[in-house]
């Protein structure tokens, strides 16, 4: 098994991901769909030894001690991929995730205007969220690439693993990577307020204490960007606060309805024309009257706040799917199999 042959076809296919696993072809993914390749079923011991040359030696030791890995990988003339070596049935196996050379705008990546006007914000906490393989990490980078090309500040970016590389342009941007430049993201975020940010990514918000910490850098007059895995901007809110211990909830209530400026939550679907997928969102602008459900602990009521704030670039998740379904963007049932309100989604398209 050539790996760099396989990765080679993964770009030339337009894949998102390459998968290794035992008894198994090679498997693409391609607008989202597995499709199996014409290369011959992978065997364990061949699987673990084409694994094994791409790994490090201190890499190889912390596989064989916690029997999972993430790490990023860039080849001579290839794109970069984000690896995940695990284990399955005492077999060695593999996911690759293609990362582009180039950062796409977010005009290129179909995104909501509200986006850009998220990465101009002077501070506070700005959430992408969105289910695993939605574009998060795309999308961050594509704020990342706004300020870097209009703003002089320090953008400090805690990465497990470092996907898209990022050229100084107006910015300074650093770039730290989990267990290779740092321990953990509570940790690097917690040295990162002493290293003179203006700007903080942070790849993923974890556990309490990094949430915490994200929530006191973003009071403290700096821009935090930040993904969960969360399906809409309600759950989102209830996410942060539940993370916490009861007796300190409303605490964080008062915190994130101060300092949350936005959130969007978005979703991939595969085009109709049946190459590539398109990207549908939902949009929460933090007003004053959503910090106000915030704080008298009303979250419920923000999707009808959504609802009514088209004029502060605001919609929902439905909104999103009946404009690409009208537009011929999706078909009809990819859009409603993603559908939270189908009585609204169905009175949405009557509205014309």
Do not use: W
């Not at 008894?23 to 290369?39: A, H, M, W």
């Not at 309805?257 to 085009?271: D, E, N, T, Y």
């Not at 959504?306 to 009208?326: A, C, N, R, W």
């Amino acid at each position: 098994m050539d790996l760099k042959e396989l990765l080679k076809l993964s770009i030339q296919q337009k894949a998102s991901d390459l998968h290794l696993t035992e008894n198994s072809p090679p498997v693409l993914r391609i607008d989202g769909k597995l499709v199996l390749t014409n290369e011959k079923p992978l065997i364990k011991e061949e699987l673990k030894k084409s694994i094994y040359a791409i790994l490090t030696d201190n890499q190889k030791e912390k596989f064989e001690r916690d029997k999972e890995l993430d790490f990023s990988l860039a080849l001579e003339g290839l794109e970069r991929f984000r690896v995940n070596v695990h284990i399955q049935k005492g077999s060695v196996e593999a996911a690759f995730r293609r990362i582009p050379q180039y950062v796409p705008s977010i005009h290129d990546l179909g995104l909501p205007p509200a986006i850009m006007d998220f990465a101009r914000r002077p501070s506070g906490l700005v959430l992408i969220t969105g289910p695993t393989g939605s574009g998060k990490t795309t999308t961050l980078a594509s704020m990342i690439e706004v300020i870097n090309q209009e703003r002089a500040c320090m953008i400090m970016c805690i990465e497990d693993p470092i996907e898209y590389v990022h050229k100084n342009k107006k910015a300074v941007i650093k770039q730290r990577e989990i267990y290779s430049d740092t321990h953990s993201f509570a940790e690097a975020l917690k040295r990162c307020l002493r290293q003179d940010p203006d700007v903080i990514v942070v790849g993923e918000m974890r556990d309490l204490e990094t949430i915490s910490t994200a929530l006191t850098a973003a009071e403290t007059g700096h821009l935090v960007l930040a993904t969960l895995h969360t399906p809409d901007a309600p759950q989102t809110v209830e996410r942060i606060i539940d993370v916490f211990p009861s007796h300190q909830q409303q605490q964080v209530r008062l915190q994130l309805s101060a300092c949350l400026q936005g959130v969007a939550s978005q979703i991939l679907l595969p085009r109709a024309g049946g190459e590539g997928r398109a990207l549908a969102s939902e949009i929460l602008v933090v007003t004053p009257a959503v910090r106000n459900l915030i704080r008298e602990r009303s979250v419920e009521q923000i999707p009808t706040s959504i609802q009514t704030g088209i004029q502060y670039g605001m919609h929902t998740m439905d909104m999103s799917l009946k404009l690409l379904y009208e537009e011929g963007v999706v078909s009809y049932e990819d859009a409603f199999a993603q559908v939270k309100n189908v009585e609204e989604f169905e009175q949405l398209l009557s509205e014309k």
